[in-house]
């Protein structure tokens, strides 16, 4: 078969369904924010999300445009590695709830840097918060790009026009809705996103001859005999123990730094409820994770059995192309409403993210007696603006930024999560400690990926572009310097006593719910040690050769 | 030290290691090469194991932490009134 570029052939009903599914989106996110009556509401949803809700709410902003385009197309790169590479993603939220998303939320904090402000200070806040909001840029202009992709395919238009056209779509509902408009419009997105993912996967997999194609995320065994004769290698591991050692620091340590996930589990209505949700986050996120896997799947089972040769240009169109062979054009366009849904949820997780940031921690720091009315606009503003940012930088990104979002989960893993989880857990994680961890640990990240300076990297491939050769080496660097430095400077009475170090104390004890202090409680001398040791050896395995490959 | 305090850090030590084991099975397919190329329900070995530990097997582990800390946070809010010796 001819290898041509694929392209969509009548887009009359894809424009239809997201036009339809905008509508939705809209009046779904002004509906639920009438509830919204102040700042605290507008950024938590008033803490009154039920637990299926929020566990729907918490799937879909991990469902982004990347499930329907580019782990499939990673599947069909790099095959079996891909899969092992997003199993893991399922982690993130029982680990933010186990180690800090419930003492955050006793706390009522809205985002992790505002847990960094109150436990460190200021300064190290800002810190943090810049980072921050480099990682959620990083992480919403990838999905703005990829919106833009497909509005420019569907409408035929050019790409700034699509880009413009699409992010002021998506800002306006984001900003109108707030934090309750999101989490009930990500639920219905993710409902939206699942059914037009998983339920046309079964017609493409009856079209392929499997005989599961009534269960498709696990039930398509019967196709395996046959992707083993035309791609031998497809189950192959390909890489070393250190790669897949990697996963750890990159991307599970990394999504628990990533302010957006964390936020949700703000919004639940109790802790009870947090928890409950993140149950059902396991089973959403299971059920569309596998169906992925079973996509990529047939992706590359359809390109070896049918002897279609699919362009690499168009390996990220592969569950499209697949409809389009499989199913009839209606199916297609609701696949491409899911797709679109997908994306949205993601970029307004990302930009409610963002808009606390700028407006929680950052302006109102600054200002921190604004009145109400004030305060609201200040919402508003801080949504649209980091929306209008992100568009423009999408418009003509810079070749850092355009980076995989798996790189933004590392910078996470890096700065975020070993300042709040050492925080959490330590009381002895002093603001010297954490401003010098993030600080050197997030720059070191930064210029030895290969995208600053190409020669002072080490290692290269996929582990270098992905950032997990970095996050290896400053994810535990950061715990080594946040556990030493803070170790050290308690004990110099000069520095000791700029920090409130009996309040800080205080603060630990009450997060985890006591409300008798003692002394003795996540106190131990000997804990910090540990951790500084390991972390000095994981960062000498990081820095030694060898160990990527198979 | 109460026991409710132990028992946190116990929990959240050993859900830790159990969450990591249910994402990152297949690490051990890594190390321990002749675990893989056996079939299970039709699909080898160290592709199928590490699918089902990420879905159902995280499923199981969050339900029961969700289910130990929902009752830890109960026995912490319980112990209100006690004061402790340091």
Known sequence: ?550 | MNSAYKKEIRYTLLFSVLLLLTGHCGLFFVAFPPLRGHMLFGFPSQFIIPVLMGWIGLMVVTAIQAKLTNDLDDEIEAMEDVVEES
């Open chain 1, 1 to 550: 078969m001819e290898k041509q570029q694929w392209a969509l052939e009548d887009p009359t009903i894809g424009i239809i369904f997201v036009a339809v599914s905008f509508i939705f989106f809209y009046f779904i996110g002004w509906y639920s924010a009438r509830a919204a009556k102040t700042s605290t509401d507008y950024w938590t949803a008033g803490r009154s999300i039920g637990s299926v809700t929020n566990g729907l709410g918490m799937a879909s902003s991990y469902m982004s445009l990347a499930t329907f385009m580019g782990v499939t197309a990673l599947i069909l790169k790099l095959k079996v590695p891909f899969v092992y590479m997003w199993i893991q993603f399922g982690l993130s939220i029982p680990l933010i709830t186990l180690w800090y998303g419930t003492p955050l939320r006793r706390l009522g904090v809205f985002t992790p840097a505002q847990f960094v402000r109150e436990r460190y200070g200021l300064r190290t806040s800002y810190v943090v918060a810049i980072f921050m909001v480099l990682i959620m840029v990083m992480y919403a202009i990838g999905q703005m790009i990829g919106v833009a992709k497909v509005f420019e395919m569907l409408f035929g238009v050019n790409y700034t026009l699509a880009l413009i056209c699409g992010g002021a779509l998506i800002v306006g509902y984001v900003a109108i809705g707030g934090m309750y408009g999101t989490s009930y419009n990500a639920a219905f997105q993710m409902v939206l996103m699942g059914i037009a993912f998983i339920v046309p996967l079964g017609a493409i997999m009856k079209g392929m001859g499997s005989s599961g194609w009534y269960f498709p995320p696990l039930l398509y065994a019967d196709m395996v005999p046959a992707m083993l004769d035309a791609v031998p290698d497809f189950f192959d591991m390909k890489y070393g123990f250190k790669w897949y050692f990697a996963l750890i620091p990159t991307l599970t340590i990394g999504a628990m730094g990533l302010p957006h996930l964390g936020m949700r589990i703000y919004t639940a209505s109790n802790l009870k409820s947090a928890r409950g949700a993140m149950v059902w986050f396991t089973f959403f996120c299971g059920i569309t994770f596998s169906a992925t896997y079973a996509m990529g799947f047939s992706g590359v089972f359809f390109q070896a059995t049918s002897g279609a040769i699919i362009a690499p240009e168009d390996y990220d169109k592969i569950t499209l192309i697949l409809n389009s062979v499989y199913n009839p054009p209606w199916v297609l366009a609701f696949v491409i409403a899911g797709a679109i849904a997908a994306g949205l949820s993601t970029i307004s997780a990302n930009l409610m993210a963002i808009g606390a940031l700028i407006a929680q921690d950052i302006i109102a720091t600054i200002k921190p007696n604004l009145d109400e009315s004030r305060t609201k606009v200040l919402n508003y503003c801080a949504i649209a603006g980091g929306g209008l940012a992100a568009i423009l930088i999408a418009l003509n990104p810079p070749d850092f930024l355009v980076v995989s979002v798996l790189c933004a989960f590392g910078l996470a893993g890096v700065t975020v999560a070993p300042l709040v989880i050492l925080g959490v857990w330590w009381k002895q994680a002093n603001r010297y400690g954490a401003t010098a961890g993030t600080f050197i640990s997030g720059i070191l990240y930064i210029l030895i990926s290969p995208y600053i300076f190409p020669d002072f990297v080490i290692s290269s491939g996929l582990q270098s572009a992905l950032g997990m050769s970095g996050a290896l080496l400053c994810v535990p660097l950061c715990f080594f310097l946040v556990t030493t430095v803070s170790m050290i400077t308690n004990r110099i009475p000069s520095l000791v006593k700029h920090i409130p170090l009996d309040e800080n104390k205080r603060l630990v004890d009450s997060i985890h719910g006591w409300t008798v202090y003692n002394e003795e409680r996540y106190n131990s001398t000997m804990a910090g040690i540990i951790i500084a040791a390991v972390s000095a050896l994981l960062v000498i395995y990081a820095i030694l050769p060898g160990g990527w490959v198979a």
